[in-house]
């Protein structure tokens, strides 16, 4: 079994534009054609400008923020190894005073933080993919600094409007049509700067509906969210109310008996894996897995998100559920970039 660091820094051989099998065109995919990568400062301030203001709106954790009291629905078809219905509930009065709890069929977790800003826990099972995936595009989509990262953008247009799409990652010297595989996505409104779609790796994304016009605290609410992972739609979640939370109630920020304390686990991390291509091709082809690594290493849960070469699958598949990954003592959501190399 191989043991793998959860920071992997990408490496390997930088391939020629005519041997990168591309990433594989889906309905959400807006980016076909070449993008422009953003050197000048004044293109670079105008695309983290437009970013920001989507962040301002879609961030519900950003200091000095409104508290609120959330709850969302959600419709999981797809997407890991659990489906049905469930439910994203969060009370949060600032960082260090919260209520949140989450549930998907017979799962179900809480975690609270109190006065101290210590986090407890209690679950009946990790985490299932789905419920991660609406977590991170719910409270955090933009997340991090992205200033000294490497941007690209191209225009487009998003359901008759004229949207940007941003395009976020690591240095890289490869130049070639579309997106790349290492690549964060953003699709922001350029009239209103709201986020339209989030994709944190190729092949999922999760498109946001603004239809309702629901105000709260100067922001406009997305009242839906609507996954898609490998060209399927997987999740369903919709916004069923959002209020101020009126007074604390102590109780709800105490910890119960059977709670633990718990670090949080690192979400959305993006690493390669590389092994040689059994199809010979003499192209790089690279297979998206999603996978969930609990604090021992192992993957609990996997599912592919976008693929060069679709006979490459489930050789990738089995990659990463062999492979012992060294996270510490934290939980991971991970999207691992499995590299087929010639």
């Keep these: 079994m191989r043991i793998l660091p959860i920071f992997l820094a990408l ?39 437009l970013l920001e203001r989507a962040k301002q709106n879609s961030d519900m954790h950003m200091p000095g923020a409104a508290p609120f009291d959330l709850k969302m629905a959600l419709n999981v078809i797809g997407g890991g190894a659990r489906t049905g219905m469930g439910e994203v509930a969060e009370t949060w009065f600032r960082g260090t005073s919260w209520r949140y709890e989450q549930t998907l069929g017979t799962y179900s977790e809480v975690r609270i933080s109190g006065s101290r800003g210590q986090t407890f826990m209690k679950r009946t099972e990790i985490a299932p993919i789905p419920v991660q995936m ?12 992205p200033s000294t990262s490497m941007i690209r953008s191209a225009p487009a247009q998003w359901n008759g409007k004229p949207v940007t799409v941003i395009l976020i990652s690591g240095n890289t010297d490869s130049i070639y049509p579309g997106r790349h595989w290492v690549e964060t996505e953003y699709v922001v409104d350029n009239a209103t700067g709201l986020l339209q779609i989030y994709s944190r790796a190729p092949g999922t994304f999760a498109v946001y509906s603004y239809d309702k016009g629901l105000q709260f605290h100067g ?9 898609f992972v490998a060209g399927l739609q997987v999740v369903d979640a919709q916004l069923m109310s959002i209020a101020d939370p009126g007074n604390i109630d102590a109780k709800l920020l105490s910890p119960t008996p059977e709670m633990r304390l718990i670090a949080m686990g690192g979400g959305n991390q993006r690493f390669p894996l590389v092994i040689h291509d059994p199809t010979n091709s003499g192209m790089l082809k690279q297979v ?37 990954f060294a996270v510490g003592t934290q939980q991971v959501d991970a999207y691992i970039n499995v590299r087929f190399v010639p």
């Design 11 to 49: 490496g390997g051989t930088v391939f020629a534009q005519d041997k990168v099998a591309l990433v594989p065109a889906d309905p959400h995919e807006l980016v076909t054609g070449m993008a422009q990568v953003l050197s000048t400062p004044d293109d670079r301030v105008n695309a983290m400008a």
């Design 134 to 145: 609406v977590r991170a595009a719910l409270f955090w989509p933009v997340g991090g600094n």
């Design 219 to 227: 922001r406009l609410m997305a009242d839906r969210i609507t996954f």
């Design 288 to 324: 998206i897995v999603h996978a969930l690594i609990d604090a021992n290493g192992n993957v609990v849960d996997s599912v592919f998100s976008a693929a060069a070469d679709p006979a490459l699958i489930d050789t990738a598949l089995d990659l990463v559920r062999k492979t012992k």
